[in-house]
Structure formats: C-alpha cells, structure tokens
C-alpha cells in the first residue's frame, strides 16, 4: 500500500467491499477523503476513476460505484477539495485557494491515482467527471491522458468566450473589493440561479433530477448546503475556459476514446447545445473516438436520473469495449 494513504474503515455490501481513505492534497494543507469500491477475489477488467461536481461529494455515487463493482471493476474517487471531507474546517467548502484551486483540482487526481498505484497497477483505467467535475476530467486530459483507455464527460457545459471572460472579470472585480473569500449572493444566483430559473414551478432543485427523493435528500445534506465564495467561482471559471480553449483541447491524445452524455433536459448543457458543440470541436480537430449521447427525460444529474439503471449499462458497455 502507498504510504500516503491511510485506510480509515472498511464497510461490506454483499460481496462488495468500500474503503474509506485519506491522502495528502497537492495544497499541501489538507487531506483528500476517497472512497474505494471493489469485490475481493476478482480479476478486474479495469479501473473506474469518478469524479464529482460542485456542491456535492463522492459518497453520492455509492449506488454507481457499486454497480460497476459489481461488474468486476475496481472503482474509487475522492471528495474534490473544499467539498465532503476533504476540508480542514466546514467553512472552507466552495472556498478554493484564489488562483491556484484550478490547478490543485486537476493534479489532485494525480495525487490519488498514485496512492492507489499498488491496486490499480497493470489495470486499463477509465475517467469519469460529472458537471464541475467534467470540466476538470476535459483540464485533466489535456495534460495527463497518456496511461488512460478512456474518459467519459458528464453533464458538461459549453459557454462562449465572451461570457468566460466577463464571468472572470467579474470574480476578480469582486475578490479585489471584498476578498476572495466573500460569499456572493449576486454571482452565485448569476450562475446557479439560471439553472433552477428553467423549473422554478417545481422547486430550486429540480434542475438536478426529475427522482424527487434524490432531491429531498440533496436539500436535507448539510454537505450540499453551502455557498461558493467568489475565489471559487473564479476557479470554477478558470476550468471551464481552460476546457473550452481549442489549442488546449488539441493537446489531448487524439486516439483517445471520449464519450460525452448529458440530458437533454440538462440546463448546464443549455439542453443539449453543450455537449454538442464539444462534440463538434472533438470531430474538427480530428478525434475519431469520440462520441455523443443525450439521454431522453434527464436533466443534469444522469446518475441520478429516475431512469438511471438505463445509463448504468449503457456506460458500463461503453466502458467494457475500451478496456478489453
């Protein structure tokens, strides 16, 4: 085992075991808390590596995770830093270090993968990023894809140049009059406040899913119910511009299979506009494996959707055909 990691318990469901896990960030203060789940006595077709989104944490994709488990691959992922646990105190969640937060997020799954370089050695390893964690998976790529079989961008979003530029301006405009760490009602309703504006009728967090449990239970977390500062909505830009960048973008190994799916209901993908403007660039800039999926009655939260078993398997079959 690698010496950074330190194993804090070890849960069983049915013949699944997940292990909950810390490790030093690349911020040099805090610790990342992960989770790994995998069947003992297996010989894995691969590793599956997720990635979460804003305002919420690993432990969300329990249901996910042990399904891919459960289909012999070894599954782990980690609390972003500033989210679940991986946090010194509650206050610092959505509180990323001012212009270096961008950076510790993408080398964060550096970090991780690393510790668990013993488990995962000699395994084909997939990525997965979901809405905020999209966005660092497409930064990830860019750089890091070279011992990768594939990744797959979930619930992302596409936002022109202008609008990037103006939301950095901005959050750096508010950082220099009130500090990075102020919490902006104003930028948070700009951002946010547009998703749930398109089902105001049903609730502030239908955006999310149409599963109305799934959202109780969001609006009930005290893990969801935070605020980003605006130094984190500035990382939060300074990701999503570096994503779009299409000399950027044409830095990710070409033969690299991407699968890009959202809902078409998905506010963040501006309903399908999103993704498909990704996918477009992919295929100009000549990325053969790439492809699109928008997935009918989903909003952005695909595994968490009311008909989430059906994008389970079509990603876990996805998933199966590049790690053979």
Do not use: C
Not at 21 to 31: A, E, M, Y
Not at 37 to 61: D, F, P, S
Not at 233 to 255: G, M, Q
Not at 296 to 321: K, M, P, Q
Request: aromatic share 10%; hydrophobic share 35%; glycine share 8%.
């Amino acid at each position: 085992m690698n010496s950074k990691r330190e194993i804090l318990t070890q849960n069983q469901y049915g013949d699944i075991v997940r292990q909950d896990f810390t490790v030093p960030s690349s911020d040099g203060k805090t610790r990342l808390h992960g989770f790994v789940w995998k069947k003992n006595n297996t010989a894995y077709k691969g590793a599956v590596q997720l990635v979460h989104g804003m305002v919420e944490y690993i432990e969300r994709y329990h249901e996910f995770a042990l399904y891919l488990a459960q289909h012999d691959y070894l599954v782990f992922g980690h609390d972003n830093l500033k989210h679940g646990f991986s946090i010194n105190s509650a206050k610092e969640r959505g509180n990323f270090e001012y212009k270096q937060g961008a950076v510790q997020l993408v080398q964060d799954l550096n970090v991780v993968t690393e510790a668990l370089s013993d488990e995962i050695s000699g395994l084909k390893r997939v990525i997965l990023g979901h809405s905020m964690g999209s966005f660092i998976v497409r930064n990830y790529i860019q750089e890091y894809a070279d011992d990768l079989s594939g990744a797959i961008i979930m619930g992302t979003g596409f936002e022109s140049n202008s609008l990037m530029k103006a939301s950095l301006r901005l959050s750096e405009l508010l950082a220099a009059i009130k500090g990075p760490d102020y919490i902006s009602n104003f930028l948070d309703g700009l951002v946010l406040g547009r998703y749930s504006s398109k089902f105001v009728s049903e609730g502030k967090t239908a955006w999310l899913t149409h599963d109305e449990s799934i959202r109780h239970a969001y609006e009930m977390d005290p893990r969801t119910q935070f605020t980003f500062s605006v130094g984190g909505y500035h990382e939060l830009f300074v990701l999503a511009s570096r994503a779009n960048r299409k000399d950027l973008i044409n830095k990710t190994p070409h033969d690299l299979p991407i699968l890009i799916i959202s809902g078409e209901e998905d506010p963040v993908g501006d309903f399908g506009k999103g993704p498909k403007k990704l996918y477009e660039i992919y295929r100009e800039l000549d990325f053969p494996n790439v492809s699109l999926q928008l997935v009918l009655n989903t909003r952005h939260e695909v595994l968490n959707e009311s008909n989430r078993d059906n994008s389970f398997e079509d990603i876990r079959v996805w998933i199966d055909a590049y790690v053979k």
